[in-house]
């Protein structure tokens, strides 16, 4: 006599069961993200320094061709080192078309290239959500400019511990902050030789992509003298407060700073790219940004 089937029914999960699944599914995404997130940062931070290296080349290769570093600005026109060294980063086809003796006041023929990203002046981890960072609203045909976020140095602000007096610096109570004269980029063009302190102790460039950071124009506007409220360096800056301060009281005196965690990266006179904590020794940071002040404080 055969026997009869007997169908077994299928045990599905108790709800209790299903609950500790998605526990443990949400601990291990907690687990996940947080590397994820690092390794994101980690390929974004390789990316600006790559950025700032390919940045602080071109002035090489300017310098090599002018026997200068390039101004950081020029008052007949507005424009300053992120057009001169355009030819140095192969953007020749912008370069040819400027016409340097068109006068200032975001001319049209300069502004249209306002939408043009240089890649090599934006730091990826710069936040996208506001109109400072990556575009400022400077507009060109109802399209945002971009903006640079790597800004040369004028020089230090404060005393140097190896002569006891004060850096160099001039009208300082002006409303754009006045301008600090020790650095590489100050206004005369400065050459290697005069980099006394070693060019690989001394900063040429440094980042400055912090979300809040107010005081920007587009890439190419850099320097604009008033009559009453003095000189504004736009795409330099003295070196007053330590990095990721979040200082911004004048223009010319915005603190450096980035969206990396803990610092923010910078580029020497002799090319080399470093992330720079924003807990290293004051004394050390201002004297990184003079060319020749004899300091004895390392930059490293």
């Known amino acids: 006599m055969s026997q009869p089937n007997i169908v077994r029914a299928q045990r599905g999960f108790t709800l209790v069961e299903l609950l500790v699944v998605i526990a443990i599914i949400g601990v291990l995404i907690a687990l996940l ?9 980690a390929a974004r931070r390789m990316q600006c320094s790559n950025n700032l290296k390919q940045t602080a080349l071109a002035m ?3 310098h090599d061709v002018h026997g200068q570093f390039p101004l950081p600005g020029m008052k007949a026109n507005e424009i300053g080192w992120t057009a001169s060294i ?3 980063l192969e953007q020749s ?3 040819d078309q400027l016409n340097y003796n068109e006068g200032k006041h975001n001319i049209a023929s300069r502004m249209k ?9 934006q730091c990826p981890s710069a936040p996208g959500t506001d109109i400072y960072s990556p575009r400022t609203d400077e507009m ?3 399209e945002q400019s971009y903006v640079a976020h790597y800004f040369g140095i004028l020089g230090p602000v404060g005393t140097n511990p190896a002569t006891g007096g004060n850096y160099v610096c001039k009208d300082m109570s002006e409303e754009f902050g006045g301008e600090c004269t020790e650095g590489i980029l100050w206004q005369w063009g400065s050459k290697m030789r005069d980099v006394t302190d070693g060019l690989s102790n ?3 460039l440094g980042e400055n992509s912090w979300r809040e950071m107010p005081y920007r124009r587009w890439w190419m506007r850099a320097k604009l003298e008033d009559a009453t409220r003095g000189t504004l360096y736009l795409l330099t800056k003295n070196v007053q407060y330590p990095i990721n301060s979040g200082n911004s009281d004048k223009w010319n005196t915005v603190a450096f700073g980035s969206m990396h965690p803990g610092g923010a990266m910078f580029s020497r006179g002799d090319g080399s790219v470093a992330f720079v904590a924003e807990t290293m020794n004051f004394d050390a940071f201002l004297a990184g940004a003079s060319k020749a002040g004899g300091e004895a404080i390392s930059s490293q």
Not at 113 to 121: M, R, S
């Open 33 to 41: 993200l947080p590397a994820v997130q690092q390794a994101r940062e």
């Open 60 to 62: 090489h290769n300017y």
């Open 86 to 88: 355009l030819p140095q």
């Open 93 to 95: 086809s912008i370069a």
């Open 113 to 121: 290239f306002g939408p043009v990203k240089i890649d090599a002046y």
């Open 140 to 142: 060109y045909n109802g």
């Open 202 to 204: 001394t900063y040429l």
